[in-house]
C-alpha cells in the first residue's frame, strides 16, 4: 500500500510549480487589467500598447490554454471598458464582441505556435527564447492590428460614428498610428520580460 502514497516532500514538489505557475498567471492577468486603466491616448484613438504585453508573455511562456485565455480577458475587458467606462467618441466600435474579443483570442494562438515553431531548432536557450519572442511578438502586433482592422471594416465601413467617418482614410491612420508604435515597443519589451518570467518559472520548477 506504501506505493500508492506520496511523502510531504513529493507533494510539495507537485504543488510548487503548479503554484509558481498560477502566481505568474494571475500577475499577467492583473497587468492586464492594470495597464488597461493606464491607456496611451492620441487623439480619438486608444493604443493598446501595454495591454498587449501580458498576453505575448502568455503565449511564450504559458500553456495554449492560458494563451488563449490572456488574449479572451483582454478582449472581455476591452468589451466592458467601452461600454461601462468609455474613453473616446469611438469606444462604441468596440462594443461589438467581434471587434474587441475575437481578434485578442486569436493572439495568444499565433504567438504561442510561432514562438515554440522558431524557438525548436536554435539549440542556444537564451537567443532562442530572444529570436522566437521578437518575431512571435510582432506577429502578435500584427494579428491583433489587422484582425481588429477587418472587423471595423466589416462592420462599420462607411458609417458616421459620433462624427467619424469609418471610411478608407480613417482605417489606414488607425492602422499607421496603433501598428507603428504598437511594434517597436511590444517587439523590444517582451523579449526581456517574457525571458525573466520563464526562468523565473523555471527556477520554481526546479525546486
Not at 510548487?16 to 487589467?33: S, Y
Not at 523579449?191 to 520548477?205: G, H, N, Q, Y
Amino acid at each position: 500500500m506504501a506505493g500508492y502514497f506520496l511523502d510531504s516532500s513529493e507533494v510539495m514538489k507537485m504543488r510548487k510549480p503548479r503554484a509558481a505557475t498560477i502566481a505568474v498567471n494571475a500577475i499577467l492577468f492583473a497587468l492586464i487589467l492594470i495597464f488597461m486603466m493606464v491607456p496611451i491616448q492620441i487623439g480619438p484613438l486608444r493604443l493598446a500598447v501595454l495591454m498587449l504585453i501580458p498576453v505575448l508573455i502568455a503565449g511564450q511562456t504559458q500553456k495554449p490554454s492560458v494563451a488563449i485565455a490572456a488574449g479572451m480577458f483582454l478582449g472581455l475587458v476591452s468589451f466592458i471598458t467601452s461600454i461601462v467606462m468609455p474613453t473616446s467618441v469611438l469606444s462604441y466600435i468596440f462594443n461589438n464582441p467581434l471587434v474587441s474579443v475575437l481578434p485578442r483570442a486569436c493572439i495568444g494562438v499565433v504567438v504561442y505556435l510561432t514562438y515554440r515553431l522558431i524557438r525548436k531548432p536554435i539549440k542556444n536557450e537564451a537567443l532562442g527564447h530572444v529570436v522566437a519572442s521578437f518575431v512571435s511578438s510582432i506577429l502578435g502586433v500584427i494579428t491583433n492590428t489587422g484582425l481588429v482592422s477587418l472587423m471595423l471594416w466589416i462592420f462599420y465601413h462607411g458609417k458616421d460614428i459620433s462624427g467619424t467617418v469609418i471610411d478608407a482614410e480613417f482605417m489606414l491612420g488607425v492602422i499607421l498610428a496603433n501598428f507603428v508604435i504598437e511594434l517597436i515597443v511590444c517587439a523590444l519589451l517582451t523579449p526581456p520580460i517574457s525571458l525573466a518570467v520563464k526562468k523565473t518559472v523555471e527556477r520554481a520548477d526546479r525546486r
